[in-house]
């Protein structure tokens, strides 16, 4: 049965969470402009394994925004904190999906004595160039002008695969309503945020945690080459391409990306 918790993190800000099951912990960290309800087949499905915790971020979901300016080492330290409350003291498995990468990122380089594992899924090391973060700040003043949904609705198609999109067109649907509930406010802020991010590809090499990198065959954001090539940097790291699945891999092969995840507490 899921759950849901709300702490209020140092700054004031109120954190929702959604959680399940019992075991090693699991933290599961959204992608942008999405909330815990991508994480729902994980949830339900990991929860006899797993004590499975799904954060949303501030301006996302139930969590609410106080400061939007904000960057996603506050992001890392909000999910240090849901960490030192919901975790006790033993090491945590944390799944970053894109933005939630970006964050898992921060994550490591801040606060990796927690970490048993690092799954890195749909994401990328590398910080904007000029033109990316032209774009986002574009789409931030869009959005706050005219809404979430006019400034997303571009970004519908690089989250699904055509397969998604045929034989689970009831994916599509969740998918597009859970970006219409972002808030504009929350939705301008983690654009701020991440057009802000650093880049982690010199420290690749030194991630010493064990580590998994996911991707979709069909995901334009985080295409399989390149993620393969930077996956390689990580000493001893798994990589994953999840076949008839794009940018949204938990939602699209959930059974495919559960077993991944199973298998990393030697259950596969
Ligand atoms: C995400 O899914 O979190 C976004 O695609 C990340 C991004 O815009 O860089």
Not at 122 to 151: C, F, I, Y
Not at 169 to 190: H, I, L, N, T
Not at 211 to 232: H, L, N, R, S
Request: hydrophobic content about 40%; glycine content about 8%; aromatic content about 6%.
């Amino acid at each position: 049965m899921i759950h849901t918790i709300s702490l209020i993190a140092p700054r004031g800000n109120v954190l929702s969470i959604k959680a399940a099951g019992s075991g090693p912990a699991l933290l599961l960290l959204h992608g942008f402009p999405l909330d815990h309800s991508m994480w729902l087949n994980q949830l339900n499905g990991l929860a006899e394994q797993y004590h499975v915790i799904a954060p949303e971020f501030r301006g996302f979901g139930q969590s609410t925004l106080d400061d939007p300016t904000f960057s996603l080492k506050d992001l890392a330290d909000d999910v240090e904190f849901v960490r030192s409350h919901l975790a006790g003291d033993q090491p945590i498995r944390l799944c970053g999906l894109s933005m939630g990468g970006y964050v898992a990122f921060e994550y490591w380089k801040h606060y990796r004595q927690h970490l048993e594992l690092l799954i890195l899924a749909n994401t990328k090391p590398t910080a904007d160039d000029e033109a990316a973060r032209a774009g986002r700040v574009k789409m931030a003043e869009q959005a706050l002008r005219e809404g979430s949904w006019p400034a997303l609705a571009g970004m519908m198609t690089k989250m699904l695969s055509t397969t998604t999109i045929q034989q689970q067109p009831e994916v599509q649907s969740f998918v597009e309503e859970m970006m219409r509930r972002a808030s504009p406010e929350g939705v301008a802020a983690a654009l701020h945020a991440m057009a802000s991010r650093h880049d982690f590809t010199k420290l690749l090499p030194t991630i010493e945690t064990r580590t998994m990198v996911i991707t979709g065959a069909d995901d334009p954001i985080a295409p399989p080459a390149a993620t393969e090539q930077w996956a390689k940097l990580i000493p001893g790291a798994k990589y994953t391409c999840i076949a008839n699945a794009a940018h949204l891999t938990p939602l699209e092969q959930p059974a495919r990306f559960n077993d991944l995840l199973l298998g990393s507490n030697g259950q596969e």
